[in-house]
């Protein structure tokens, strides 16, 4: 070998001893993975590096082949071609410099909380360096469980030397201190994004990081019907607007629904008095029935404007959850927030064109609204009822109308006549029945034979109905046998038709005289014929 090549392999040697000497930082590739023992490394050397676990900064089964990392030099074993290395030693500097840069910045940091120690927490930092978190400055309960994952902390206290180290961390001073930046950071009206963290019957919870929001059922959007329960899911984040501010609480309050265009702000253009709407019933209830236009945007109907007449009704049976109707608007309240609607408007005046669709003279069918003592009031379309008077409730004499007919009652009506501007209509039942005054005049005479049910009594006798001509007749108290009773049945004489009253006197005694009187003629007419026959046979 020359001695100028003999003199180079010298300086590679010496270049090669410089750069591969104990205490070097060098960067190394991780060649081999030995999870009990440690890992392999290519460190530039003639030999193989190891790392045994308790130099590295995480276990061995977290380090993968070809990854690279920064290690220390700690022996060359030229004899056994391998070198031993650390990565810990280097990672220390580097994180204790991280450290003492961090307390005096006042910059947060991440650790970990491993165990309860007397008096507060012990906390690890950087995976190597173990920080004491005082019971008082945790923000946790001691019966809480430990968080399994990292946190952020701030360094109250620092000293670290090769001999000793003393690291105190807080959680309480960082969101104090965090805190105080999002207050002086926002303001009301500002929007903010935030991670949903709770939801109940009656709000949310909102979390910004050191502040929480809340978030109540009225805020969650214009549609009071919707809850946060409705519309939020545990964990998505969503925008919302700072409605309340309370920095010394530590109180904020957001809304969902300040997002949202408010439907109010057009209410007075688009849905003026008088304007026909569309809407969907949104609830039922004894006093009428609440209408939704658009989301957050309700009226009312009251009972009042449901129905042209004064119906008492069960408004379930009219409408139903869901169902799509027309209104008019009656009524806005930009202030009180509020629209009244009238159902009936919205469908027309049935008295409008009353004379149209109905004539006097006409039959139509009705139901039975209100029986009073006078007479009748029966309703024949919504909004259109008329009045039937007792005297035209039935061809006989009507003491109580309530023993003819009953309320929702359907029957069969003749108009007598309309005044569509007093909104009135007269009304007969009897009118559809012929007149049974005309069959008795024609049949029965005075001291006509009829059978009759006795009807009730009254102070001047008894009242019964002849049974084959449906009409009352009077039997006077002198004149009836005793113990008679009502609905008794019996034949009576016929003493008098007076038609100008419409009145048939009648008497049970005078049929019973009557017939006696026409059997003892029978029987003395008997014997005379018996007795001329005895004298012929003696002549």
Do not use: C
Not at 82 to 93: F, H, I, N
Not at 192 to 198: A, F, I, K, L, M
Not at 378 to 392: A, Q, T, Y
Not at 518 to 535: A, P, R
């Amino acid at each position: 070998m020359s001695e100028k090549n003999e003199k180079m392999e010298n300086f590679q040697e010496y270049l090669d001893f410089i750069e591969n000497t104990p205490g070097q930082v060098v960067e190394a590739t991780v060649t081999r993975i030995n999870p009990a023992e440690g890992i392999s490394v290519d460190f530039g050397g003639k030999g193989e590096g190891l790392i045994p676990q308790t130099e590295l900064v995480r276990p061995a089964t977290e380090y993968s082949i070809g990854q690279k990392i920064k290690a220390q030099i700690l022996k060359i074993n030229d004899e056994e071609g391998y070198a031993l290395l650390s990565e810990r030693k280097p990672y220390t500097r580097e994180m204790r410099n991280l450290l003492k840069k961090a307390y005096e910045s006042k910059t947060p940091i991440k650790g970990k909380i491993t165990q309860a120690v007397p008096g507060g927490y012990q906390v690890t930092i950087y995976g190597i360096f173990d920080a004491f978190l005082p019971g008082s400055q945790s923000m946790l309960k001691r019966d809480q469980p430990i968080p399994e994952t990292e946190m952020d902390f701030l360094i109250t206290e620092y000293f670290l030397d090769r001999k000793r180290q003393r690291i105190v961390v807080s959680r309480r001073v960082l969101i104090d201190q965090l805190k105080e930046e999002f207050f002086r950071t926002h303001k009301v009206q500002d929007q903010v994004e935030g991670t949903v963290e709770q939801i109940t019957d009656t709000h949310a919870i909102i979390n910004f990081g050191p502040v929480k929001g809340f978030l109540p059922n009225s805020e969650i959007s214009h549609d009071p019907s919707l809850s946060a329960r409705d519309v939020l899911k545990r964990g998505e984040k969503i925008k919302v607007k700072i409605i309340e501010m309370d920095q010394a609480r530590s109180s904020v309050t957001v809304s969902l629904k300040a997002l949202e265009p408010d439907p109010w702000s057009k209410v007075m253009e688009k849905y003026p008095v008088g304007t026909t709407v569309q809407g969907t019933v949104k609830s039922i209830l004894p006093f009428g029935i609440f209408v939704n236009l658009e989301p957050g945007l309700d009226g009312l109907i009251h009972i009042s404007e449901i129905f042209w007449g004064s119906k008492k009704a069960d408004l379930h049976k009219y409408f139903k959850v869901g169902q799509v109707i027309q209104a008019e608007v009656v009524e806005l309240d930009d202030q009180k927030r509020r629209i009244a609607l009238s159902y009936k408007k919205a469908k027309g005046d049935p008295w409008e064109d009353i004379n149209q669709k109905y004539s006097e003279g006409s039959v139509v069918n009705g139901t039975v609204q209100r029986v009073l003592s006078t007479g009748v009031i029966v309703e024949i379309e919504d909004g259109v009822s008329g009045f039937v008077p007792k005297s035209e409730l039935s061809w006989n004499k009507i003491k109580d109308p309530s023993e003819l007919f009953k309320e929702k009652q359907k029957i069969q009506v003749k108009i007598l006549s309309i005044d569509s501007q007093q909104r009135r209509m007269r009304l007969s039942v009897k009118q559809l029945l012929p007149d049974p005054w005309e069959e008795v005049l024609t049949k029965l005479t005075e001291n006509s034979v009829v059978k009759a049910t006795v009807k009730s009594k009254v102070n001047s006798g008894f009242i019964v109905i002849l049974k084959d001509f449906s009409v009352e007749g009077l039997m006077p108290s002198g004149h009836a046998s005793e113990n008679l009773k009502e609905g008794d049945e019996l034949e009576v004489l016929v003493l008098r038709l007076i038609p100008e009253r419409r009145k048939v006197l009648v008497s049970q005694k005078k049929l019973e005289e009557k017939r006696a009187y026409e059997e003892y003629k029978s029987k003395i007419s008997e014997k005379s014929s018996q007795k001329t026959l005895g004298d012929r046979m003696k002549g």
